[in-house]
């Protein structure tokens, strides 16, 4: 009896368990049936959402990133959840719609993070004026196949809705209290996920969510729709700041300056350029790896390296560039300033107090000019080169352009250097010291006009005896017809027209008493693909090397990064074999030229981020916008949470931990600067007096 009672007990449970799932199954798939669109629209938001980070960051782990598919899976279904308060005759509209919108952001996010490596913000819509000057470089540079994949998701909502049309699902009826329900019941899901997510989230994770520096960060973990939620509001809040936030900026900013004392100390090069005329030239997208580098015996940059040899020549010299390319570069060597958190400094913030070096130099009785052949108002050039202490900027409208003589986006350096002599002549009989800028402007992607680059090809030729005993050369296309190929062609020209430009200025004697400086402004932004190329090609099968070859050069996104040098160089015609004729090879970035310079022209500014390097020689750090850090000892990727060691010295965990927060002091510090004017001595006296 007792036995018969165990049976019919299991089989009772067995049934109910049995009953249940039937009764689950049914429900999920009832659920499913009655929220096609809005399950639909879920799964392709995340799925664009995740292919994003599979096409942008490539590591495991932000492939498999769940933070990120939980944290978008929040926000589409909060977004979704508003969908169900729409009659279901208009319900396709509003989903369609929000997919379309959905997929914006993934696409321009795509786009935008080949070309700067970081996600795009609503800062930058203000540059959206620009994108006539450079369209050719954004499709031809920046467009990608991948681009398109993400249009999948409204592709999907259609077929969707057309399939849904055809069995009359739109003819159903639903109460106003019945799409009330759905909509809290989804509302509460979310806010059950956003607990579960909110619980999983380290100091690390909320730090760099509200600071922001750490874009690639912050779409790992948050993923790319929270992201941009908070882009929106980080772009608004320095507007909200500059209004109240003035006084703990400020005295966060003097707190800073007595913390870090002077930092300044005479040495051997103190003054001894002082009274000398300027000359500094800004090399679009120039690195440091030309430096030394040929093609069948032909040298890619045969003037830049006869500098390099003849100068004071800075080889571990980093650009400090973010989303404002050329123009953070020029404010960063102007001022030792990092570019804003949001928009550039250029455009959104061109009415703040800068302390530029032409202001410097015009103390000391300089006149001080720029010259570049493009328009005045690109950047907002004019407005910022007249704050930075430019007496003069001459620009396209000052030069003689023609359909003959342009090469990219605007006159080609030869002629712009040619037309610019007559002008220096001019400047330098009517003032007895001047400080130029030059800014180039053909070596500029999409580096695609290479009809009108002369001359340089970039294969390997090879001599061999062919089968009938006679010499035959063999022509291996190597890097022919990429981009690094093309650009490596670009930046030959380019260089061809820095030594005709050099070959100018000594025969007008314009190189009499006169200082040449010249940096790279950025890295060329190039695909990693064509360095492996370049450094990995097998001349017997025209490919790369296999992997486990011995003569495979890893080339990773270590290398990628610390590859991005800029050439900085100072020299005279009469340097070489001086003591000042040496390569300095201590990590140096853009924000150390005031200091160094102005150490050796004998102009100083208490308001820099930066370091004299022959003050801080060995002990330097560079700070990137991105929150990553170099020195002499280590790279640290502040994304990845990692770092490539670059020497043998050891490292401390403590060491790591004092230059991250140091890196954070600065480009806050930095930020606020610009964003609360805090270089203006009069509003500052006026705040503080009320």
């Known amino acids: 009896m007792k036995l018969l009672k165990n049976v019919i007990n299991k089989w009772k449970n067995s049934l109910v368990k049995q009953i249940k799932r039937i009764k689950t199954e049914h429900l999920v798939k009832e659920y499913f049936k009655n929220n096609v669109l809005f399950i639909s629209f879920l799964l392709t938001s995340v799925f664009n959402s995740t292919m994003l980070r599979f096409f942008c960051m490539h590591s495991i782990e932000n492939y498999l990133s769940w933070k990120a598919v939980l944290a978008d899976t929040i926000v589409v279904m909060i977004i979704g959840a508003f969908g169900y308060l729409i009659k279901p005759k208009n319900r396709f509209v509003y989903y369609f719609c929000a997919s379309v919108f959905l997929t914006a952001i ?54 969707v809705h057309i399939k849904l049309k055809k069995k009359n699902y739109y003819k159903k009826v639903e109460v106003k209290a019945d799409r009330r329900k759905k909509t809290l019941t989804t509302l509460t899901a979310s806010g059950v996920l956003l607990a579960i997510f909110l619980l999983t989230l380290t100091s690390l994770d909320v730090s760099r969510f509200f600071k922001q520096w750490n874009k690639e960060y912050v779409v790992m973990r948050f993923g790319i729709y929270v992201y941009q939620v908070n882009d929106l509001i980080t772009s608004v809040q320095p507007k909200i700041n500059s209004m109240f936030g003035f006084d703990k900026a400020n005295k966060e900013f003097h ?43 032909q040298e890619v940059t045969p003037n830049l390296n006869k500098l390099s040899k003849e100068g004071m020549y800075f080889s571990n010299f980093y650009s400090q560039v973010s989303v404002g390319t050329s123009s953070d570069s020029e404010l960063t060597f102007n001022t030792s300033l990092l570019p804003t958190k949001s928009g550039t400094a250029f455009v959104s913030y061109s009415d703040r107090t800068y302390i ?46 023609t359909k003959e003589n342009i090469i ?21 009989e009517e003032h007895e010291k001047w400080y130029g800028l030059l800014i ?35 022509i291996h ?75 495979y050069k890893e080339y990773d996104s270590y290398q990628y990064e610390l590859g991005r040098k800029v050439p900085f160089i100072i020299w005279t015609k009469d340097m070489a074999g001086s003591k000042l004729n040496f390569e300095n090879t201590n990590v140096m970035g853009m924000y150390d030229v005031v200091p160094t310079l102005g150490n050796m022209f004998g102009f100083s500014n208490s308001y820099i981020l930066g370091h004299d390097i022959y003050y801080i020689k060995d002990s ?24 490539l060691p670059l020497s043998e010295e050891p490292i401390t965990e403590e060491e790591i931990s004092k230059n991250t927060e140091y890196t954070n002091k600065i480009l806050e510090i930095s930020n606020d600067i610009i964003v609360f004017d805090l270089l203006n001595k009069e509003k500052n006296q006026e705040m503080e007096g009320d």
């Open 477 to 551: 296309p190597y890097m022919e017809e990429t981009k690094l190929g093309n650009y490596f062609k670009s930046v030959h020209y380019a260089d061809e027209a820095l030594g005709e430009f050099i070959q100018q200025l000594e025969e007008n004697g314009l190189l009499e008493n006169t200082v040449f400086v010249l940096y790279g402004d950025h890295d060329a932004r190039l695909p990693r693909k064509d360095y492996n190329l370049l450094y990995n090609y097998d001349l017997e099968t025209d490919e790369m090397y296999d992997k486990e070859d011995p003569r």
């Open 408 to 428: 990219g986006l605007g006159l080609s350096d030869k002629e712009f250097f040619r037309q610019s002599i007559d002008k220096m002549k001019q400047i330098n």
């Open 255 to 297: 707190d800073y300056l007595a913390q870090k004392g002077d930092t300044t100390a005479p040495n051997e090069y103190t003054n001894i350029f002082e009274g000398k005329n300027v000359i500094v030239i800004h090399g679009e997208s120039m690195m440091t790896n030309l430096i030394g580098l040929e093609f069948n015996g």
């Open 356 to 401: 530029g070096i032409p202001t410097l130099l015009k103390e000391k009785g300089y006149y001080t000019f720029s010259m570049h052949a493009n328009n005045a108002d690109f950047w907002n050039r004019r407005a910022m080169h007249n704050n930075l202490g430019y007496d003069k900027f001459y620009s396209k409208s000052d030069y003689e352009v």
């Open 106 to 159: 993934c696409t321009i996010n795509s786009a935008y993070y080949t070309f700067y490596t970081s996600f795009a913000s609503i800062s930058m819509l203000s540059l959206t004026q620009y994108i006539g000057d450079v369209g050719d470089a954004v499709v031809e540079n920046v467009l990608q196949l991948k681009d398109l994949f993400y249009v999948i998701g409204p592709i999907i909502m259609i077929l």
């Open 620 to 643: 330097n750090i560079v700070v990137f916008p991105n929150g990553n850090w170099v020195t002499n000892k280590l790279y640290y990727n502040s994304q990845k949470v990692a770092y």
């Open 440 to 474: 180039m402007l053909s070596n500029h992607t999409p580096f695609s006009e290479v009809e009108k680059y002369g001359e340089f090809p970039v294969d390997i030729k090879e001599t061999i005896i062919n089968e009938e005993g006679v010499e035959e050369e063999i």
